[in-house]
């Protein structure tokens, strides 16, 4: 997990850089170097609201990358101690035959590439094959729309448990996800999208998606370093 630890403390550091420079802006009285908070644009206001757009975005952004991040080397770790379908959990097993089987499953299909495509799943199967789970299998269960819930949907769906340090509906972190949707779809522009938020409520949004997202990597973390892919079968005969 040592590239998602990295990524995550970088997008951080970045987040927490980009929030101190856009409050000194925003509160320049509360500035020691005043002219370190001094701007000069056409329209101050326009910048600051698109600033704040562009911050949600940025919260986003870390919340796709590092998640999906944590999966994929969970897949990568599959891939490289080559673990076969009666190695792998049973959470991964379900995970992997769906995958397959939408494949298998296409409108465009007919019968006789049908039968073939579940042919290959058997073979792969009963003789032992790796289980190959790629980032496009992540990108698929995540469709654009990680939040909350979703996050927990997906840890769930991999048995993947994990501790929230603060309980609730997290509703902060559905609010990134729905401002990073509507302008990336062009529903909201930047200067319309975070213009009602004020410095206090982006602090409390950055602070409940940083939290949150540490509390499910620390989940993945201990999925990862202590082998939970492998089923407990698994597991002993590799102790043994």
Known sequence: MILTKTLFNGRKDEIEFYFEILSDIIKPEAVTDRQKAEIKTKDNGRFIRISKSNFLVMLYNLIESCVKSGFEEIYEVLKSENISYVQAS????DIWSNHEISKAHQST?????????VKNILDHVIS?????????????????????????????KHDIGFTETHNGGKPHMLTVKN????????EESFDEAA??????????IKNE?????????????TYYNDRLYLTPQA????LD
């Open 235 to 238: 597991t002993e005969s590799n």
């Open 109 to 117: 299909a007919n019968r006789e590439t049908y039968g073939k495509r």
């Open 209 to 221: 998606v940083l939290v949150f997202i540490e509390d499910a990597l620390s989940g993945i973390e």
């Open 128 to 156: 032992n094959a790796p289980v190959a789970l790629s980032k496009k299998v992540i990108e698929t269960m995540a469709s654009g729309n990680l939040d909350a819930r979703k996050i927990r949907e997906l840890l769930e």
């Open 90 to 93: 049973y959470a991964l097993r």
């Open 179 to 186: 401002k990073r949707n509507s302008l990336a779809h062009g």
């Open 195 to 204: 213009r009602d938020l004020t410095i206090e409520d982006l602090e409390k």
